[in-house]
T-cell receptor, first 117, second 114 residues
Framework: GAVVSQHPSWVICKSGTSVKIECRSLDFQATTMFWYRQFPKQSLMLMATSNEGSKATYEQGVEKDKFLINHASLTLSTLTVTSAHPEDSSFYICSARDPGPSSQPQHFGDGTRLSIL | AQSVSQHNHHVILSEAASLELGCNYSYGGTVNLFWYVQYPGQHLQLLLKYFSGDPLVKGIKGFEAEFIKSKFSFNLRKPSVQWSDTAEYFC????????????FGKGTRLSVIA
């Protein structure tokens, strides 16, 4: 089945560091990928929709200059958390949908746990 | 905008008990509905989905869900749970048009005890 690979799985870094998270669709092409954030014991909150070859669409309240998204190819989207601070510590999950209509399921990566000291 | 409500935060059941997890959504248009499961330490996996046709859909591992349009509901059921069903369950919805992302409920943690 379709697989989404996310890397790294865990990052611990100092405040002020920028962190890049990669999301790859391994056996299908994804023109659109989605980035979610999940706080402990809470649901997944959509941060942005990443579109191959164009600018990402950010949800209300998500700082586009803080969370830089690049979708340079049909199989790779990256999320860069710039100048990360402790409040950015969270679980970040990427997702990609099988090509086709909106009824196609989204496939999820294993997530990246980001801890900012 | 769509929203999804899952009524139960944490459900504790004994093995072989029947399960029903509630899910309601708010959106006036046509939607696709999904249930995902997240086992401890693993990524989200699709249990089942509904987009058209028979409102009673069957998924993997003996799960099923029924779409009741008049109630804006998509409850998840299983007749007899097993210890291995212990996980977090998420209901999700997206608009049935374009490449719209899933909107998730807060999730329900299911603990099955032997």
């Amino acid at each position: 089945g379709a697989v989404v690979s996310q890397h790294p799985s865990w990052v611990i870094c100092k405040s002020g560091t920028s962190v890049k998270i990669e999301c790859r669709s391994l056996d299908f092409q994804a023109t659109t990928m989605f980035w979610y954030r999940q706080f402990p014991k809470q649901s997944l909150m959509l941060m942005a929709t990443s579109n191959e070859g164009s600018k990402a669409t950010y949800e209300q309240g998500v700082e586009k200059d803080k969370f830089l998204i690049n979708h340079a190819s049909l199989t790779l989207s990256t999320l860069t958390v710039t100048s990360a601070h402790p409040e950015d510590s969270s679980f970040y999950i990427c997702s990609a949908r099988d090509p086709g209509p909106s009824s196609q399921p989204q496939h999820f990566g294993d997530g990246t746990r980001l801890s900012i000291l | 905008a769509q929203s999804v409500s899952q009524h139960n935060h944490h459900v504790i059941l004994s093995e072989a008990a029947s399960l029903e997890l509630g899910c309601n959504y708010s959106y006036g248009g046509t939607v696709n509905l999904f249930w995902y499961v997240q086992y401890p330490g693993q990524h989200l996996q699709l249990l089942l989905k509904y987009f058209s046709g028979d409102p009673l859909v069957k998924g993997i591992k003996g799960f099923e869900a029924e779409f009741i349009k008049s109630k804006f509901s998509f409850n998840l059921r299983k007749p007899s749970v097993q210890w291995s069903d212990t996980a977090e369950y998420f209901c999700a919805v997206n608009r049935n048009s374009g490449n719209t992302p899933l909107v998730f409920g807060k999730g329900t943690r299911l603990s099955v005890i032997a």
